[in-house]
């Protein structure tokens, strides 16, 4: 009975099943990756066989980790450490693999054994006999670069030498390369620190006492059971927070889609619920029936949601740049979640239509003629359009709603987007700089550049200035993501940093803090600030009305450096030019000199960062989800509206209403109605971007703003979802013959 009921309209079935299946598809490729970066930072905890693991206590991940060697060597001879392995973790870029994972470890050490050779020879400190650094490619990177065993690979500006092809049955590890630790730290740019330290015991059973030993000795370290290394990480409870997000958000509106479906098979069978209660059914045999309908209708939504989650995955696995993010199979649990998320969802959109039809009366449901009788509402409505979208009010604010819910997606998140790329712009062109520039093809989090290459910078022809500032991520307090910068105290790039309270930067150990930082900490002049247990005296506040900086501190480039373990180092530099003319010139210049580094105008830094645009890709493709399920449920609603109005769209052809002139009057209904939520949408977008910016921990990090061209996206958006949910219904509609839609019942 109850896929009778659902196949009496396939068409409406079937875009209720689209929209469910996309939510469910979310929920499964989304928690693949999650799941994937879960069990690679499980291998490097457990992999290795390591009992403990040390690294930097306030590092926000183990990529930013630092700890310098000589900690090593301290540890090594604590009683009850039998072993001690080093660990280097970076990315770096490759053909047309941006983020590239690389691994540095010793060729004697415990740790790499895992790492089983099956083509070639295991790594050496000897360099190859054809030249070049020797390097292990995993078997999924090889297949997915072409390579083999004596090819070359280069990292940045590196060339590799591939010795050897490994497993280790982790596609974290398999995507991935691994290099000498002193090739690792090169390419990471800290020299002679490492990402972690990894323990073995004489006796595991004295972890604990281990443990605090440790912590005691170095107390801006953080040692944690190598099982329980993942956990601790702070990125995977970001991505797995990212995942649930943006699977909440199509669920909700696939469920809106839902309960409209399930309302509109409610309304149209009124009559026959009548029947039913007239005979017998009492209102809880109602109630089952109708959400039995509906948790079948998310339950097949849910396997064909599993399906094309699996082929999504499929597909984005092949892909060099992500292969090595995503498990190598399918996690069965993955599923499980994805088809209970779908049953849950179905039960839920069920219950107020079970309910309205439990609570019909008999009598009165067997008198109900349809909506185009007297449940038509009395009010008195200006246009006709509008006064045909209220004749079902309810199905058509549920499909207000999920339009609204989408649109409200693509403006915050364009918001968020824009804001970050407004942010590096201003951050880039700051100190009246007129070329940026940064490690060719290296993550903005990840760039290094060596200092020396700065100085000759500044020699070259044309350039007028040239100087480099450092950036470094730690956690202080109750700020997961505190951005220190390092600057030249007596240079201009820290004359941005306007001073508001106190005095500028003068001296190593003094930090200046922004505005929105010194609040967030409860902090003022002369109070002390640790970053990684090193203590910090605040001697000034400053303002610079761009929130990454005000939301974080200025230290010397010299403490910056020692702090992040990059001595000599820079993240970025700026340069001012004799005439800005020149600017093209120069770029190509430094270019052509310096091919480690990636020269840009000031004014176009943030269209030349991968991450950057990658955020902005990122941010669409959400939207793009959330707007497909949306306007699956926009063709849904008005679908449904003709054929309600079949009849009537029939005495209007009789009377000599042509096919165009039918065509838009629905066009025009489905443009309303997608109007409508957009502007709902819209409104909600603006008060939570409103929230968003007074939120402390946000406002210390990035301003949402909504620029005239979202407002046109928004509005080009919406009329684009209110045209391609209504085409199909109103060509449906206006191809009706007067007389077989007069004789519809």
């Known amino acids: 009975m109850f896929l009778k009921s659902l196949t009496r309209r396939k068409v409406r079935t079937l875009l209720t099943l689209f929209g469910v299946a996309i939510a469910v598809a979310a929920i499964v490729s989304l928690g693949a990756l999650a799941e994937g970066l879960t069990i690679g930072y499980e291998a490097l905890g457990t992999g290795s066989g390591a009992d403990l693991l040390v690294a930097d206590a306030d590092a926000v991940d183990i990529v930013f980790s630092a700890v310098d060697e000589e900690v090593g060597e301290r540890l090594a001879s604590l009683s009850g450490v039998r072993e001690i392995d080093r660990m280097a973790y970076t990315f ?87 290099v000498m630790v002193e090739d690792a730290q090169r390419l990471s740019g800290h020299p002679r620190q490492v990402n972690a330290f990894l323990i073995k015991l004489r006796d595991p059973g004295e972890l604990d006492r281990v443990r605090e030993r440790i912590e005691r000795l170095f107390p801006d370290l953080t040692v944690t059971r190598s099982s329980d290394f993942a956990e601790n990480q702070e990125m995977l409870a970001y991505t797995r927070a990212f995942s649930w997000a943006i699977s909440f958000l199509a669920v909700l509106i696939g469920g809106v889609g839902v309960m409209n479906t399930m309302l509109m098979s409610v309304f149209e069978r009124t009559r026959e619920f009548g029947t039913l209660r007239a005979i017998g059914w009492g209102r809880a045999r109602v109630l089952g029936l109708v959400l039995g309908e509906s948790t079948m209708l998310n339950g097949v939504g849910g396997v064909l949601g599993v399906v094309l989650g699996v082929v999504a995955f499929k597909a984005v696995s092949r892909s060099p740049a992500v292969s090595g993010f995503l498990p190598d199979t399918l996690p069965p649990a993955l599923v499980v979640q994805g088809m209970g998320v779908a049953l849950a969802v179905g039960l839920i959109s069920g219950i107020y239509p079970a309910w309205w039809a439990s609570r019909l009366p008999p009598a009165e449901a067997m008198r109900y003629e349809g909506s185009t009788g007297s449940r038509a509402p009395r009010v008195r409505v200006g246009t006709v359009t509008l006064r045909n979208l209220l004749r079902q009010p309810t199905r058509s604010v549920l499909t207000m709603l999920g339009i609204g819910i989408a649109i409200t997606a693509m403006v915050g998140l364009g918001a968020l987007a824009d804001g970050l790329i407004a942010e590096m712009e201003e951050f880039a062109g700051g100190a009246g700089v007129h070329l940026v520039g940064m490690q060719a093809d290296a993550s903005i989090d990840l760039s290094t550049i060596d200092e020396r290459i700065i100085h000759r910078i500044g020699t070259l022809p044309g350039v007028e200035h040239a100087e480099g500032f450092l950036t470094g991520y730690a956690a202080v307090g109750d700020l997961p993501f505190f951005v220190v910068f390092g600057y030249p105290p007596r240079g201009y790039g820290i004359r941005d940093f306007t001073i508001v309270e106190g005095e500028p930067l003068t001296a190593n150990g003094q930090i200046i803090l922004g505005r929105v930082a010194a609040e967030n900490l409860n902090k003022e002049i002369g109070d002390t600030i640790r970053l990684f247990d090193r203590p910090f005296r605040i001697v000034g506040i400053y303002e610079t009305g761009v929130p990454i900086q005000d939301g974080g501190g200025v230290i010397s480039l010299r403490d910056a450096q020692n702090l992040f373990g990059q001595p000599h180092k820079v993240s970025f530099f700026g340069v001012r030019l004799k005439d800005p003319e020149q600017a093209q010139a120069v770029k190509e210049l430094i270019e052509s000199r310096f091919p480690e580094v990636m020269v840009t105008e000031s004014t176009k830094f943030a269209e030349n960062v991968t991450d950057l645009q990658l955020t902005k890709a990122g941010s669409w493709a959400v939207a793009f989800l959330a707007l497909v399920i949306g306007g699956a449920g926009m063709m849904n609603t ?40 957009s502007a709902g949408g819209l409104l909600a977008a603006l008060v939570l971007i409103l929230l968003m910016n007074q939120n402390p921990s946000v406002a210390g990090f990035v301003k949402f703003r909504f620029s005239p061209d979202l407002l046109v996206q928004t509005l080009v958006t919406a009329l684009v979802l209110g045209a391609l949910g209504g085409i199909y219904p109103a060509w449906r509609a206006s191809r009706l013959q007067p007389v077989e839609a007069l004789r519809y019942e």
Do not use: C, N
């Open 92 to 178: 770096a870029a490759t053909e047309d693999v941006p983020y590239f994972i690389v691994f540095g470890y010793d060729p004697g050490g415990f740790a790499i054994r895992r790492f089983r050779i099956v083509e070639g020879e295991p790594l050496s400190d000897r360099s190859t006999r054809h030249g070049g650094r020797p390097l292990l490619l995993g078997k999924a990177a090889a297949d997915d670069l072409d390579k083999q065993v004596g090819d070359t690979i280069r990292l940045y500006e590196t060339t590799f030498r591939i010795v050897g092809i490994y497993e280790t049955g982790t596609p974290f590890e398999d995507g991935a390369a691994v």
């Open 638 to 677: 008005m679908g449904m509206s003709i054929y309600e109005r079949t009849r009537e769209i029939g005495v209007l052809r009789a009377l000599g209403w042509r096919k165009g002139r039918v065509l838009g009057m629905i066009l025009r209904e489905s443009l309303m109605l997608s109007l409508l939520g």
